[in-house]
C-alpha cells in the first residue's frame, strides 16, 4: 500500500510538470526527450535509485562571474516532512535544477543578451517549486539582481558577430542525440515505462537503430563538418589576401616604407639553384631535399601539381608527352598569385587566362630550347616560382613521365634518358618522391612503382597518391581493389602515406575552382569514405599539400645543417688548394676571367687604329704586288715584249691593263687590303706581352679573332670607287724626275730577278741535280730528269744559234730537236720538248730584260725627248713605273678605308663577338679551361653556396 501512494503521488507532480510547460500545446512525447529529463518527470522509475542528500549548514559562495559582486546569500529554513518523498523525485528535481544553473551561468558569459532572454523563458517552464526551495540556493531566484543584462548586451558585439563565432547547436544537439541512441540499449524497464507514459506514442511500433546506420550517420557528419571547416578556412585565406593586397598598396603610394625580407622558402630555393649549378647530377656534396614528382605518363602528374599551385601553369597535350625537362617549381605564399622565371622579371598574372596562356607557351618553348637536336627530353632544370595566398611553402621538380615503349618520332634512349634522370634525382637520400599512380588503369601496368621501390625500398621518404578516383571507382568492378592499392598491399612498394585524388572530368578548359568544387562533392558522396575504405585525411589535394608540405619542412629541418657543415669543410679543402698552388693570383672565376680577356682584347683592337700610315701603306703595297706580280709579268709584260715595236707593245700593254682594271684588279686589292687587316689584327692579338701575357687567354682570343674575321665584310662600294682610281692611276705614263725613273728601273729589276730565281727553280727541279751536287752530295737524276736535261742541252744550242728567236717553237724546230736527240739514244715527246723549251726561253728573256735595264739607267734623257734619234727604247720600264704609280696610290686608298671605316667596324664586330660569348655559358666553359679555372669556379660557387645555406639557417631559427 505505502508503495502503490508513493507512485500515486509521483505521477501527480509528473502531470503537473506537464501542464506547467511552457511554449508546448497537448501532450509531451517523453520518447522524445534526453534520457535523464525522463527520469526527472518519472522519479518512480525502477532502475533509478538516488540516495538521500547530506545537507549542509553552511553553502559556499561561487559564480563564474567573478568581476560582480556578491553578496553572502541565506539559506531558507529546512522543513522535515514526508522523508520517501525526499528521498526519490525531489533530489532528481534538485539535480536538474542544479545542472540548469550552471547552463545558465555559462549562457551568460558567452551570450549576454541570448542569455537573459533564454533564462526568461526557462524560468516560465518551471512550475512553482516555493515548497522545494531549501534545495535551490538563493543566487538561483536572485541572479537578475547580480548581473547587469543590458550592460553585457551593450559591451558584446552584435548578434551576428556572435552567430558567426558561435558554433552550430542544432549540429551538436544532433550529434548528440545520435550519440544518446548509440550508447542507450534500450533496456525492457525503460520501453515498458515508455509504454506506461499516457503521452507517449504508444501506438506506433518502437524500431531499434542499426550501430552500422549509425556509424554511417556519423560518418556522414563528420564528412560534413570538414567540408563546412574547409569553407571556412577558404574564406578566411580570402580575406587574408584582400588584407595583404590592402597592405601592399599602401606600400606602394609610400605610406609604409619598409624593406620586405625574402621568404624562408626563397631564400632555399636560391640555394638549390645555386647548388644545382655547382653540381648538376646532384652527387652527395648535395642532399637538401626537394619534392620529386614522378609517374608514368598521362598519370596525372601535372594535374596533382597544378592542384597544389592552384593554377594550369602547365602545357597540356592528349596523349602527348609535353613533360621534356625537370621544372622545379617554388611555392610561396604572397598576396598576389602571380609566377616568374629565376632568369626572367616579367610576372605572369595567374588570375588572368591570356597570362596562364602566354606562361603555358613560355614553358613549352623553353622545354623544346633545352632538348637537343636528336634527342626527345633533356636534363636541364626549368625553374619557375609560384606565389599566391594559402599556398604551400615547398620545392617541387616536376620530372618527365616514366614510358614503357619508345613511340615513333622520339629518340632511340628516351626511355633510358627519363630513367636516368628520374633515379638522379631520387637517388638525394632526403627527396620527397611523390608517386604519381593513375588510379583509373590496371595497377599492373604500372612501370614507375617498382622504380620508386628500388630507390626508396623502405618507403621512409615517399608518399603515394593515386590519381582519377572517380574513374576508378566507376569502373573497377571490386572497390576493395582500391582500399589495396591505398594501403600499399597490391605493390612491392612502401609509402610514409597514401592520398586519393580527383583532378576534374579530363576537361583542360577546367579551372582550378570548378576542379576542387568537384572533388569535394565526390569525396562527399563516395562509397569509399562511407564504408571506411578511404580515412578522410587521406582525400582531397588539399590534404595532400598539408601533408606533404609538413614533410618537406621536416627534411629540411633535419638536413640543411649538416649539409652546411659539409660545405664548410669542402671550402677549406678548396682554399688550401688554391693557396699551395697559385699563391700569387687571386681567385678569378670563368666570368671574372673572360671580364678580364675581354678588356685586353679590347685594348687590342683599338691599338690599331695607332698603326702609323706609313706601315699601313707600306705592307699594303707589297702584299698587293705579291699578289698581282705574276699576272703582271705573265699576262701583261711578256706578251707585250714579243712584239716588234714600241708602238705595238703600247698598244698591247694599254689593252691588256684596261681589262684587268675593270674585271680583277679592284677585287683583289680589297682582298689584300681585308688579308692585311686580319693579319695585322692577329699580330696584336696572339703576340706575346712578356711577364703579363697569361696563356689561359688565348683559345679565347683565337676564337674571337675567328669569328670577329667570319662575321666582318668589306663596304660594298669600295670596289667601285678603287676601280676608277687605279684606272686614272694606270692612264698616266708622265714621269717627272730622274729619280721616279730609277726607281721604276730598281722596281723591274727586282720583279724580273725574282721571277728569275723562280724560273732558275723551275729548271733544277727538272733537270735533276748539277754535278756538283751529284759528287759533294751523293745525289742521282730520276730517267725522266735525265731526258729533260738532254732536251734542255739540245733547245739551248738552238737558241744561242739564234738569241732573236721568238717565243714560240716551230714545228719543223721540234721535229729537229726529237730526231738529234732519239739519234743519241733519248726518246722525247713533243710535248716535253714545249714544256723545257718554255722554262729555257723564260730564264733566256729575263736575263736579256734585266740587260735592258742596265742600258735604261741612263736613258731618262732619251725617254724626254720620246726616244726620237735613238737606237735605246725603255717602254717596258714606263710600264713598270705605271704599275708601281698604282700600288702606291691604291694602297694610299684602303689605308683610309682601314683607317676611317674597317677599323671601327671590326672593332664593333669584336664587342659584339663577346656580347654573345658572354651569354653563352657553354663557350665561356670551352675556351676558359684548366685546373686554375675550374678550381677558382668551385671555391666561388661553394662559398656562395655556404653564405646562403648560413642565411637560410639563420632565418629558420628566427621563424622557430
Not at 632 to 652: C, H, K, W
Not at 693 to 714: C, N, P, Q, S
Not at 880 to 896: D, E, P, S, V
Request: some cysteine; aromatic content about 8%.
Amino acid at each position: 500500500m505505502w508503495r502503490l501512494r508513493r507512485a500515486a503521488v509521483a505521477c501527480e507532480v509528473c502531470q503537473s510538470l506537464v501542464k506547467h510547460s511552457s511554449g508546448t500545446k497537448g501532450s509531451l512525447p517523453l520518447q522524445k526527450l534526453h534520457l535523464v529529463s525522463r527520469s526527472i518527470y518519472h522519479s518512480h522509475h525502477p532502475i533509478l535509485k538516488l540516495q538521500r542528500p547530506h545537507f549542509r549548514t553552511s553553502f559556499q559562495q561561487f559564480s563564474s562571474l567573478t568581476n560582480l559582486p556578491l553578496r553572502k546569500l541565506k539559506l531558507s529554513p529546512i522543513k522535515y516532512g514526508y522523508q520517501p518523498h525526499r528521498n526519490f523525485w525531489p533530489a532528481r528535481l534538485a539535480a536538474r535544477l542544479l545542472k540548469l544553473r550552471y547552463l545558465i551561468l555559462g549562457s551568460a558569459v558567452g551570450g549576454g543578451y541570448t542569455a537573459k532572454k533564454t533564462f526568461d523563458q526557462w524560468k516560465d517552464m518551471i512550475p512553482d517549486l516555493s515548497d522545494y526551495k531549501w534545495i535551490v540556493p538563493d543566487i538561483v531566484w536572485e541572479i537578475d539582481e547580480y548581473i547587469d543584462f543590458e550592460k553585457i548586451r551593450k559591451a558584446l558585439p552584435d548578434s551576428e558577430d556572435l552567430a558567426k563565432l558561435a558554433p552550430d547547436f542544432d549540429k551538436i544537439v544532433e550529434s548528440l542525440s545520435l550519440l544518446k541512441d548509440f550508447f542507450t540499449t534500450g533496456s525492457p524497464g525503460e520501453t515498458a515505462f515508455r509504454a506506461t507514459d499516457p503521452g507517449s506514442e504508444s501506438d506506433k511500433p518502437y524500431r531499434k537503430v542499426s550501430d552500422k546506420e549509425k556509424i554511417d550517420q556519423l560518418q556522414e557528419e563528420l564528412l560534413h563538418t570538414q567540408l563546412k571547416y574547409q569553407r571556412i578556412l577558404e574564406r578566411l585565406e580570402k580575406e587574408n589576401k584582400e588584407l595583404r593586397k590592402l597592405v601592399l598598396q599602401k606600400d606602394d603610394k609610400g605610406i609604409h616604407h619598409r624593406k620586405l625580407k625574402k621568404s624562408l622558402i626563397d631564400m632555399y630555393s636560391e640555394v638549390l639553384d645555386v647548388l644545382s649549378d655547382y653540381d648538376a647530377s646532384y652527387n652527395t656534396q648535395d642532399h637538401l631535399p626537394r619534392v620529386v614528382v614522378v609517374g608514368d605518363q598521362s598519370a596525372g602528374k601535372t594535374s596533382v601539381l597544378e592542384m597544389i599551385a592552384q593554377a594550369r601553369i602547365f602545357p597540356r597535350g592528349s596523349g602527348e608527352m609535353m613533360t621534356r625537362s625537370p621544372v622545379k617549381v617554388t611555392l610561396s605564399e604572397g598576396p598576389h598569385h602571380v609566377a616568374l622565371f629565376k632568369d626572367s622579371s616579367r610576372e605572369f598574372d595567374l588570375t588572368k587566362e591570356e597570362d596562364l596562356a602566354a606562361l603555358r607557351h613560355e614553358i613549352e618553348l623553353r622545354m623544346r630550347k633545352n632538348v637537343k637536336e636528336g634527342c626527345t627530353v633533356s636534363s636541364e632544370t626549368i625553374s619557375l616560382n609560384v606565389k599566391g595566398p594559402g599556398l604551400q611553402r615547398m620545392v617541387l621538380v616536376d620530372l618527365p613521365g616514366v614510358i614503357n615503349t619508345v613511340t615513333s618520332g622520339m629518340a632511340p634512349d628516351t626511355k633510358e634518358t627519363i630513367f636516368s634522370i628520374s633515379k638522379a634525382y631520387m637517388q638525394n637520400p632526403n627527396a620527397i618522391i611523390l608517386c604519381i599512380q593513375d588510379g583509373s588503369v590496371d595497377a599492373e601496368r604500372s612501370i614507375v612503382t617498382d622504380l620508386v621501390s628500388q630507390m626508396d625500398p623502405h618507403g621512409r621518404r615517399t608518399i603515394f597518391v593515386l590519381t582519377k578516383v572517380d574513374l576508378a571507382e566507376k569502373n573497377v568492378a571490386s572497390p576493395s581493389r582500391i582500399q589495396q592499392i591505398i594501403e600499399g598491399k597490391l605493390f612491392p612498394m612502401k609509402a610514409l602515406g597514401y592520398f586519393a585524388v580527383v583532378t576534374g572530368k579530363g576537361n583542360s578548359s577546367e579551372s582550378i575552382e570548378a576542379i576542387r568544387d568537384y572533388e569535394e562533392e565526390f569525396f562527399q558522396n563516395s562509397k569509399l569514405l562511407k564504408t571506411s575504405m578511404l580515412k578522410a585525411h587521406q582525400v582531397t589535394t588539399r590534404n595532400l599539400s598539408l601533408a606533404v608540405s609538413d614533410c618537406f619542412w621536416k627534411m629540411v629541418r633535419e638536413s640543411v645543417e649538416q649539409q652546411a657543415d659539409s660545405f664548410k669543410a669542402t671550402r677549406f679543402n678548396l682554399e688550401t688548394e688554391w693557396k699551395n698552388n697559385y699563391p700569387r693570383l687571386r681567385e678569378l672565376d670563368r666570368n671574372e676571367l673572360f671580364e678580364k680577356a675581354k678588356n685586353e682584347i679590347l685594348d687590342e683592337v683599338i691599338s690599331l687604329s695607332q698603326v702609323t700610315p706609313k706601315h699601313w701603306e707600306e705592307i699594303l703595297q707589297q702584299s698587293l704586288w705579291e699578289r698581282v706580280s705574276t699576272h703582271v709579268i705573265e699576262n701583261i709584260y711578256l706578251p707585250a715584249a714579243q712584239t716588234m715595236n714600241s708602238g705595238t707593245f703600247n698598244t698591247t700593254v694599254d689593252i691588256k691593263l684596261k681589262q684587268w682594271t675593270d674585271k680583277q684588279l679592284p677585287n683583289k686589292a680589297v682582298e689584300v687590303a681585308w688579308e692585311t687587316l686580319q693579319e695585322e689584327f692577329s699580330r696584336f692579338m696572339t703576340e706575346p706581352k712578356g711577364k703579363e701575357h697569361d696563356d689561359i687567354f688565348d683559345k679565347l682570343k683565337e676564337a674571337v679573332k675567328e669569328e670577329t674575321i667570319k662575321r666582318h665584310k668589306w663596304n660594298d662600294f669600295a670596289e667601285d670607287s678603287l676601280r676608277v682610281i687605279q684606272h686614272n692611276a694606270l692612264e698616266d705614263r708622265s714621269i717627272s724626275d730622274k729619280q721616279q725613273w730609277d726607281a721604276a728601273i730598281y722596281f723591274m729589276e727586282e720583279a724580273l730577278q725574282a721571277r728569275l730565281k723562280d724560273t732558275e727553280n723551275t729548271i733544277e727541279n727538272m733537270v735533276g741535280p748539277d754535278w756538283k751536287k751529284r759528287w759533294l752530295y751523293w745525289k742521282n737524276r730520276t730517267q725522266e730528269q735525265c731526258v729533260h736535261n738532254e732536251t734542255k742541252n739540245e733547245l739551248e744550242k738552238m737558241l744561242k744559234c739564234n738569241e732573236e728567236h721568238p717565243a714560240y717553237l716551230a714545228s719543223d724546230e721540234i721535229t729537229t730537236v726529237r730526231k738529234n736527240l732519239e739519234s743519241r739514244g733519248v726518246e722525247v715527246d713533243p710535248s716535253l720538248i714545249k714544256d723545257t723549251w718554255h722554262q729555257v726561253y723564260r730564264r733566256h728573256f729575263l736575263k736579256t730584260a734585266l740587260n735592258h735595264c742596265n742600258l735604261c739607267r741612263r736613258g731618262f734623257y732619251y725617254y724626254q725627248r720620246h726616244f726620237v734619234d735613238s737606237e735605246l727604247e725603255c717602254n717596258d720600264v714606263v710600264l713598270f713605273w705605271r704599275i708601281q704609280r698604282m700600288l702606291a696610290i691604291t694602297a694610299n686608298t684602303l689605308r683610309q678605308q682601314l683607317t676611317n671605316t674597317e677599323v671601327r667596324r671590326l672593332e664593333k664586330n669584336v664587342k659584339e663577338v663577346l656580347e654573345d660569348f658572354a651569354e653563352d655559358s657553354e663557350k665561356k666553359v670551352k675556351l676558359l679551361t684548366g685546373k686554375r679555372v675550374q678550381l677558382a669556379e668551385d671555391l666561388k660557387k661553394v662559398r656562395e653556396i655556404q653564405e646562403k645555406l648560413d642565411a637560410f639557417i639563420e632565418a629558420l631559427h628566427q621563424e622557430k
